[in-house]
T-cell receptor, first 111, second 114 residues
């Protein structure tokens, strides 16, 4: 399968703490993207990191990419209750013209 | 822009009936994708279009599924006849081009086949 796999499957933290989610994939990529999905809603694009980049920031989000290990991490700093959602990594695989989504991490931020 | 618009939001139908899901992509986006999401299989790509032309339909599960994009602002996904195992949330997404752009997803259609 070309799908990525997120780890952990579920994460529960207190408001204000940092949340880290990991993604592993199997094939060469053009870029890796992270999406958020609130319950009953569509996916929202958060951030994209290219294969030649190692780290990227956007507000409270920090993404790292290690192509040698075929892994990525998403860090959400100073979490808020509104961050409660499922988070998916998606890989833009070389040779394919679409994204392959992982299985997701369910994040719960407790107020 | 109102984003990607899908209709209906919810659909309940009886087994054997025809179901048509609709999608309006963001104006100017050349790529349109149909995904299906279930608890068991996660997000699966069904088919995608580039400039209204179907490029890859290898994810379409059976001949009961068909998709069309008659123009740049409208696409349909049809299931005929529907079966209970087709129950899922179906998402449409669009992208301006391939490579280094994120997708914009619609809110999805929750299909229940009884």
């Amino acid at each position: 399968s070309q799908q990525g796999e997120e780890d952990p499957q579920a994460l529960s933290i207190q408001e204000g703490e940092n949340a880290t989610m990991n993604c592993s994939y199997k094939t060469s990529i053009n870029n890796l993207q992270w999406y958020r999905q609130n319950s009953g809603r569509g996916l929202v694009h958060l951030i994209l990191i290219r294969s030649n980049e190692r780290e990227k920031h956007s507000g409270r989000l920090r993404v790292t990419l290690d192509t040698s290990k075929k892994s990525s991490s998403l860090l959400i700093t100073a979490s808020r209750a509104a961050d409660t959602a499922s988070y998916f990594c998606a890989t833009d695989v070389r040779g394919a013209n679409n994204l392959f989504f992982g299985t997701g991490t369910r994040l719960t931020v407790i107020p | 822009d109102a984003g990607v618009i899908q209709s209906p939001r919810h659909e309940v139908t009886e087994m054997g009936q025809e179901v048509t899901l609709r999608c309006k992509p963001i104006s100017g986006h050349d790529y349109l994708f149909w995904y299906r999401q279930t608890m068991m299989r996660g997000l699966e790509l069904l088919i995608y279009f580039n400039n209204n032309v179907p490029i890859d339909d290898s994810g379409m599960p059976e001949d009961r599924f068909s998709a069309k994009m008659p123009n740049a602002s409208f696409s349909t996904l049809k299931i005929q006849p529907s079966e209970p195992r087709d129950s899922a949330v179906y998402f449409c997404a669009s992208s301006p081009t391939q490579g280094n752009y994120g997708y914009t997803f619609g809110s999805g259609t929750r299909l229940t086949v009884v």
